[in-house]
């Protein structure tokens, strides 16, 4: 079985890809601080517990593991933190990167996927993005991702590292097995705030800016299915386990929702309407961001298959419901979670 070392594994995009592997019939090998990623997420393969921080520890589980390839997820992916702590964006993203390449250049170069984010763009007027549109980040995350990027294209000129950069766009929806799922601490997303609202769990959902230049004056993204992003990490690492030369992928589903249309749907789905505050713009929102899917769709044969917005807010409400009751059972390392 091909073992494939993934850094995150542990977080909600690694945790559902670790499964997709599994499926697959590989072994996933979870590299994980358990800062942000749960213990109880990691089900389909062996955990080695270390920061990427920790060079030597990184160092000795890739000479202990000799993975076929990784998955590289492990980072932290919050806009706003990034802008007022942009040092831990640098450390753990940039530099907790350098340490893995230099792991990975010690056993041979096997081949990585990299998670990068469709906020490289940063703001553009273009209706669906390509991977042709000008990078031009405009937050710490946003930068530390391009840094990556460019990283990874300096690493295979030295050291034949080949690799494949997936931009994802919004992440939405859990597990159909509602065997894992969402959970951030804080959660700051859109889907799960609104239905924990929806839901009577929190007050009004905020709308973040009702003045844009939208046909209902909400922001517009595109939202795909997490079932989706773990199937095309695994369609990456085929390519490239496959001889596949390095490139580069967005992953959307190609249609733009605005936060209203999504409110609705939850509302709709939940059973219970959102309520809702009208609230000033969140600094660093672009209008609209929504992907061209074609590359994806040409090169590698995926399709976003379960990324219907009905089916993402009800896979997402199914873990809602469950997730307690997933937790509260011994050993899963969930005792001090914070689930409301
Ligand atoms: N929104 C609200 N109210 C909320 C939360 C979100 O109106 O309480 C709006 C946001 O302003 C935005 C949309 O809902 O227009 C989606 O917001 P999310 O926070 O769910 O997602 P983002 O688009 O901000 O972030 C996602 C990823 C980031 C990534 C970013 C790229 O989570 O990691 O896309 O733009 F950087």
Not at 34 to 44: D, F
Not at 150 to 174: P, Q, W
Not at 180 to 185: C, R
Not at 231 to 251: C, I, M, P, T
């Amino acid at each position: 079985m091909k073992k494939i070392l993934v850094t995150g594994g542990a977080g909600y995009i690694g945790s559902h890809t670790c499964k997709a592997l599994s499926k697959a019939g590989m072994e996933p090998i979870v590299f994980d601080n358990l800062v942000l990623g749960h213990q109880w997420a990691v089900k389909w393969g062996g955990l080695e517990v270390g920061d990427l921080l920790d060079r030597d520890r990184i160092v000795d589980v890739a000479k202990k593991v000799r993975p076929e390839g990784v998955i590289h997820f492990a980072g932290h992916s919050c806009v706003g933190e990034s802008v007022s702590d942009p040092a831990k964006y640098w450390r753990n993203n940039v530099a907790g990167t350098i340490n893995l390449l230099d792991a990975l250049v010690y056993i041979n170069s096997p081949p990585v996927v990299f998670s990068s984010s469709c906020t490289v763009y940063g703001i553009t007027d273009v209706d669906l993005i390509s991977e042709n549109v000008a990078v031009e980040p405009i937050n710490p995350y946003g930068e530390t991702k391009r840094a990556v990027e460019i990283m990874l294209k300096d690493y295979e000129v030295a050291a034949d590292l080949r690799h494949i950069v997936l931009r994802y766009f919004n992440a939405a929806g859990s597990d159909a097995d509602a065997e894992i799922g969402e959970l951030h601490n804080p959660e700051t997303h859109l889907i799960p705030l609104a239905i924990a609202s929806a839901a009577g769990d929190m007050k009004a959902l905020k709308i973040f800016g009702t003045d844009y230049s939208t046909a209902d004056g909400t922001c517009v993204r595109d939202y795909i299915h997490v079932t989706d992003l773990a199937d095309a990490h695994v369609r990456a690492l085929n390519y490239l386990l496959d001889g596949g030369d390095s490139n580069l992928f967005n992953l959307g589903a190609g249609v733009g929702y605005s936060v209203r249309e999504v409110v609705d749907a939850v509302g709709r789905i939940v059973g219970s309407p959102v309520p809702t505050e009208p609230s000033v713009r969140r600094p660093g929102d672009p209008t609209r961001l929504v992907a061209d899917t074609g590359h994806a769709r040409e090169i590698l044969h995926w399709e976003p298959v379960n990324s219907d917005l009905d089916n993402i807010v009800a896979t997402a409400w199914r873990w809602y419901q469950m997730r307690k009751q997933v937790l509260s059972r011994p050993g899963l390392g969930a005792d001090k979670l914070d689930v409301s």
